[in-house]
């Protein structure tokens, strides 16, 4: 051992420039994903299938009317309608308050990414 204290402005000064190399590294990497994915932000979703009927549910969580879940082929609906006030929330958000998206299944794309049911246009 060298004997020597490490004090604690020092240390300070490692972990500030190890969180500013790690901010530019991330804001790099996502960077690199929204111009290599610019297409997901800029199309304009259209639901077809399930995805439709659940749009249907979405329209009802943001006027707030929605009290039970997903239906069931089985004629009952489960409980816990949290997943469609969640994309509730992201189409009043990207589609209806600040107009980032073309269309509000992009807004609900987004978190799908593409998927097989979407039809990108």
Sequence with gaps: MSGQVVTA??????AAGSRTVFAVGAAAVLA???ARNHRVFTGAVYERGDFAA???ITADAKHFELLVGNYSRLGFSH???AFFYVQAFGEWFFHDLLGVVP???TASGWRCSRSTPYSWR
């Design 79 to 81: 409980p816990g309608p």
């Design 103 to 105: 269309a509000p299944g």
């Design 54 to 56: 659940n749009s249907i």
């Design 9 to 14: 402005p020092e240390r300070a000064g490692v």
């Design 32 to 34: 690199l994903l929204l």
